[in-house]
């Protein structure tokens, strides 16, 4: 991962670099796993978010009263997080950190989801990812990722130096989506559940989400999974 190329975005963008408002299939997971739960007893719910960014999914979890918590690598994008709480009155445990190196105790966790975020991590450290997220979970927590799929145009034509089966080095394909993000991977569906398998995760399941771009000229594959900790 270009730790100094997220930063530069973020000095660069501000808000901009990240979309403002919650990804639509976090929210499905979220509505699904703990829309049930009576909002005044979710602040026993603790949920963390992996690459939180400037806020735009965390802020959705805290103002639903959930325990919310957020790690990313940039120091500007927690200060845009940290505004982007207080503008919707709600607040978060943010945190300067590795999302290889979790900076908490095992089985803390009820949820640990990801948005377009782990896809920055070389899909050879994916292994090591899975189970620190499957440390800090308590069992039966559930993980949530949601990143691309092999089948993707800007991985296929995005020009990007392939520096392992399933990451590339840059999209260089100004047509393509994300043009200019470093260090991407794309994996298949296979390897995905696979490693998820050995980490110890149980009842894997990962839907298909294709996405078209430029008036349906180029299309996009995005893996939803869904995960649980085994106990």
């Known amino acids: 991962m270009d730790k100094t190329w997220h930063e530069k975005q973020y000095k660069k963008l501000g808000f901009k670099a990240q979309r403002m408002y919650p990804n639509e ?3 499905r997971f979220i509505g699904s796993s703990f829309f049930n739960i009576d909002k005044n007893k979710r602040k026993k719910i603790k949920i963390l978010e992996l690459g939180c960014g400037s806020g735009a999914n965390l802020w959705m979890i805290a103002k639903e009263n959930f325990d919310a918590y957020g790690i990313d690598n940039s120091k500007t994008s927690l200060k845009l997080c940290s505004k982007m709480l ?14 290889l190196e979790l900076p908490y105790p095992d089985r803390f966790f009820d949820a640990v989801f990801d948005v377009l975020s782990i896809i920055h991590i070389p899909f ?24 691309f799929g092999e089948k993707s145009f800007s991985f296929k034509h995005g020009w990007g130096k ?23 991977c794309f994996p298949s569906e296979k390897a995905v559940h696979s490693l998820l398998n050995k980490a110890g995760f149980q009842s894997v399941s990962i839907e298909n989400v294709q996405k078209t771009y430029q008036n349906r000229k180029v299309e996009m594959q995005y893996l939803s999974i869904k995960a649980t900790s085994s106990v």
């Open 124 to 147: 050879s450290k994916h292994r090591i990812l899975y189970s620190e997220v499957k440390r800090v979970l308590k069992p039966k927590g559930v993980f949530f990722s949601y990143q």
């Open 25 to 27: 299939e976090l929210l």
């Open 86 to 99: 207080n503008k919707w009155e709600c607040n978060a445990k943010i945190k300067l950190a590795d999302m």
């Open 162 to 184: 392939k520096v392992e089966k399933f990451t590339i080095d840059r999209i260089n394909n100004p047509n393509a989506p994300y043009a200019g993000n470093r260090y991407l």
